[in-house]
């Protein structure tokens, strides 16, 4: 087919289809002189600007709408819990996450460290801090 059916069967500009036949994204798109051959049975190719998601958008996007079960809220817990248990801390992968999900503590079999509680709000800061600043432009020293 030629340019035109292309963009009508696409639904896009035909410009759109030439730039996709130069960029290669085209496969069996062949140049003859100044005409674009393209096979009939060819799909229109994704759009380049359409990028794939990251983890760090992942994590930005499941804080900012509070999704509870994530990677965002499952990294926050696991992280934290194995970290903190690295350091002695006395505080269960429950008290763990009840502490990032409800900010209370469930206390049934005694008494915990004050210092494990306040170490777990922190590394849940911390982790909010990377993720706040990561990809940021450095500031500058003066």
């Not at 760090?56 to 804080?63: P, V």
């Not at 429950?94 to 079999?109: M, P, S, V, Y």
């Amino acid at each position: 087919m030629n340019v035109s059916k292309a963009a009508l069967t696409w639904g896009i500009s035909e410009r759109s289809v030439r730039n996709y036949c130069a960029q290669g994204r085209v496969p069996g798109a062949e140049l003859i002189g100044k005409t674009w051959r393209i096979p009939a049975k060819a799909v229109k190719p994704a759009r380049a600007n359409a990028r794939a998601q990251t983890l760090l958008d992942a994590f930005r996007r499941e804080r900012a709408h509070g999704i509870s079960g994530g990677i965002y809220h499952r990294t926050q817990i696991d992280l934290a819990f194995n970290s903190n248990r690295m350091e002695g801390s006395a505080l269960s992968h429950e008290q763990t996450r009840l502490i990032f999900e409800t900010k209370t503590i469930g206390i049934a079999d005694g008494a915990v460290p004050v210092d494990d509680i306040i170490e777990t709000v922190n590394h849940f800061r911390c982790f909010d801090f990377i993720l706040d600043k990561a990809n940021r432009e450095p500031r500058s020293r003066s």
